[in-house]
């Protein structure tokens, strides 16, 4: 009779044996795990760059393409600035395509963030259209904009933006900000009226600081009737003058100019005209000499 012996594990190897298991799947485990977690930020990180490089890009095109660079904080206020070089909200880029009846007009572009998005708004009026530029995937935590005004270039924006990856996740809310300045490359340009914020306040140029415009070409000056129309006073001004200026004096119905450093009435001389006489009532006349000595003096001279 043969008798056989049975191999089986023994209970000290079955430990062994599932302890080395459980170390194993706890490696396999977290690997696994970081390689999830490293993916997960890297398409967060991803996310967040590629829709700022969008958000830069477009800033940056619309900045050079328009004529005028306004930056505030007022919702309703699309033509001057808060204080220059201070931190705003909205960055108002006037376009030379202006209307309120046109639906394809896009002045004034105002960008600006609201609700944690960066939106986009073109046109005014009825014909408004308001565009997201960021969608649900980020977070705009900061969207700020400082105007530079460096005469005599062109005026630059600064930009300041944060975004982050929108996630309940706190390994995937990656952060990415941006500090950049952009300036305005093209000439300001006008398809409608230009005209002041307040009758008989602005200036076209500033005689004080020197900073006058060299040349103005225009077509008419008045539309309808081709006129030129000066400034109308009652009595000569004494500040901002210089040797050149002229207005049209209603008092005294002329016109009057600043020459030599004082006023007087253009298109006249020493003669006064009476109906269809002229007369001088102070001096002498001199014909021939340069010194009469009589109300009337002829000098001629023998050839």
Known sequence: MKFYKKNAFTLVELLVYTGIFAVVSGLMIGILTTTLRVNQRESASAEATSQ???????????TRES????VNSSSTNMDT????????????????????????????IVIYAEDNIIKMSEGRGGYQRV????????LADNLKFTKYTQYPGHDTVG???????????????????????????????FDSNLLPGADNTYEIGYLAGNQRWKNIFVSNLISTSNLLNL?????????????????????????????NNAWANLGEGLWTASSTDIYYNTGNVGIGTPAPSAKLEVSTSSG
């Open 81 to 108: 600035d808060d204080t220059i070089g201070s931190q705003q909200t909205r960055l108002v880029l006037r376009m030379k395509d202006s209307s309120e009846t046109d639906s394809s007009a896009r002045d004034p």
């Open 159 to 189: 930009v300041d933006i944060q975004l982050t990856y929108n996630s309940q996740n706190p390994d995937s809310r990656v952060s990415r900000s941006l500090r950049t300045a952009i300036a305005r490359v093209s000439a300001a340009t």
């Open 231 to 259: 400034g109308q006073l009652t009595n000569d001004p004494s500040s901002d003058v210089q040797n050149g200026s002229m207005y049209y004096n209603t008092a005294s119905s002329t016109f009057r100019g600043y020459k």
């Open 52 to 62: 700022l490089n969008f958000i830069l890009q477009t800033i940056q095109r619309l």
């Open 131 to 138: 565009s997201d530029l960021t969608n649900s995937r980020v």
């Open 67 to 70: 004529s005028a660079i306004i």
